[in-house]
């Protein structure tokens, strides 16, 4: 980030301040393969997100513990796998109950667990509604983008 401007004693960034660093910042993430950004400096706190859909990733480079998983679940299962890299954490806090167990139902939006990126905790939140059927990194273990974190079959209830 650029330091304070000449004459401010706070080293607050002004409007024109904040709004290019949010065009910096943007342009970074477009760059890489940063998918979401989240920043606190002083009073001002950003949170960008892009979406991290296939124009921005090639399927070749994912990691390759993820194609055996992926291709090895059932036709009826789907694996929530991890959008960036850091340490995957079960639970909200150390010694609360998981987020998720195996059995559990889930819906789209739940919390399913969270990853540690740069001091920064980043909930990872179910893109499908299903059963978690395997529950497939542990609690503290370093994941890569892409890296299979859960295995969902259909819902039990869809269907009755």
């Known amino acids: ?34 998918s979401e950004l989240d920043l606190e400096a002083g009073p001002i706190s950003l949170r960008l997100r892009r979406n991290s859909g296939a124009a921005h990733h090639d399927p070749a480079s994912l990691p390759e513990p993820c194609a ?9 299962h789907h694996v929530i796998a991890a959008p960036m890299i850091g340490t995957f954490y079960a639970s909200p806090t150390p010694g609360a109950p998981p987020f998720v167990t195996e059995g559990d139902d889930v819906f789209v939006g739940q919390t399913v667990g969270i990853i540690e990126a740069m001091k920064i905790m980043n909930e990872i939140a179910a893109d499908r509604s299903g059963t978690v059927a395997a529950v497939l990194v542990s609690n503290g273990q370093p994941v890569e983008y892409g890296s299979p974190l859960f295995e969902l ?4 209830g869809a269907r009755s």
């Open 68 to 76: 055996p998983v992926a291709a090895a679940a059932p036709p009826d």
């Open 1 to 34: 980030m650029s330091k304070p401007e000449a004459g401010t004693d706070s080293g607050a960034l002004s409007a024109e301040g904040v709004a290019e660093l949010v065009k910096s910042l943007a342009s970074a993430m477009r760059q890489s393969d940063i």
């Open 153 to 156: 079959s259909q819902t039990r």
